[in-house]
């Protein structure tokens, strides 16, 4: 019983140092402005797995619950820094992707009711709450994903452009 608290312990451990670096290199590759996505959604898997203090980062509301497999995911730097969002995808309000986020990262289920087949709308509002803002964001279904959009605070001095509002057209069957 001892050796198998123990290599519990372990376990919980090392997904603790695998999700810390996964973390360290999702910031410096939104910082340079590198494609982020496997370390994006390696976060994502890691997350739920490591401890209840680490669920709400990444909550896992698709698992075993029938829902779509499509999936927003959402990267800032500086992180700690408040990121108030509001998403819509082809006019819907998505519930889990409004509010005001600090973590630095945000992961957001599609709803399979609206999602269509082919072209999608998907509309982003950001208010980053303070300046030299960076993200990436990314869609994925069950087998791939897409990077979506990206920016970067064009001027850090500058309090007005701080909001970002931007429409795409996403395939989620074609990422």
């Given at each position: 019983?001892?050796?198998?608290?123990?290599?519990?312990?372990?376990?919980?451990?090392?997904?603790?140092?695998?999700?810390?670096?996964?973390?360290?290199?999702?910031?410096?590759?939104?910082?340079?402005?590198?494609?982020?996505?496997?370390?994006?959604?390696?976060?994502?898997?890691?997350?739920?797995?490591?401890?209840?203090?680490?669920?709400p980062l990444a909550s896992d509301p698709l698992?075993?619950?029938?829902?779509?497999?499509?999936?927003?995911?959402?990267a800032w730097i500086p992180v700690g820094v408040?990121?108030?969002?509001?998403?819509?995808?082809?006019?819907?309000?998505?519930?889990?992707?409004?509010?005001?986020?600090?973590?630095?990262?945000?992961?957001?289920?599609?709803?399979?009711?609206?999602?269509?087949?082919?072209?999608?709308?998907?509309?982003?509002?950001?208010?980053?709450?303070?300046?030299?803002?960076?993200?990436?964001?990314?869609?994925?279904?069950?087998?791939?994903?897409?990077?979506?959009?990206?920016?970067?605070?064009?001027?850090?001095?500058?309090?007005?452009?701080?909001?970002?509002?931007?429409?795409?057209?996403?395939?989620?069957?074609?990422?």
């Amino acid at each position: 019983m001892a050796a198998t608290h123990s290599a519990r312990k372990l376990e919980r451990a090392l997904r603790l140092l695998r999700l810390h670096d996964a973390q360290q290199e999702l910031d410096v590759a939104v910082s340079e402005g590198t494609p982020s996505g496997d370390l994006l959604f390696a976060v994502r898997d890691i997350a739920p797995l490591s401890t209840d203090a680490l669920r709400p980062l990444a909550s896992d509301p698709l698992e075993g619950s029938g829902q779509s497999q499509y999936e927003l995911a959402l990267a800032w730097i500086p992180v700690g820094v408040p990121v108030s969002t509001h998403l819509y995808l082809n006019g819907t309000a998505l519930p889990a992707g409004t509010g005001t986020f600090t973590s630095g990262r945000l992961f957001v289920p599609l709803p399979a009711n609206l999602i269509k087949t082919g072209d999608n709308k998907l509309l982003v509002a950001l208010r980053f709450w303070q300046g030299r803002w960076k993200y990436q964001l990314w869609a994925r279904n069950q087998q791939r994903r897409g990077q979506i959009d990206s920016g970067a605070d064009a001027d850090p001095s500058a309090t007005d452009d701080d909001i970002v509002v931007k429409e795409s057209t996403v395939n989620f069957e074609a990422l």
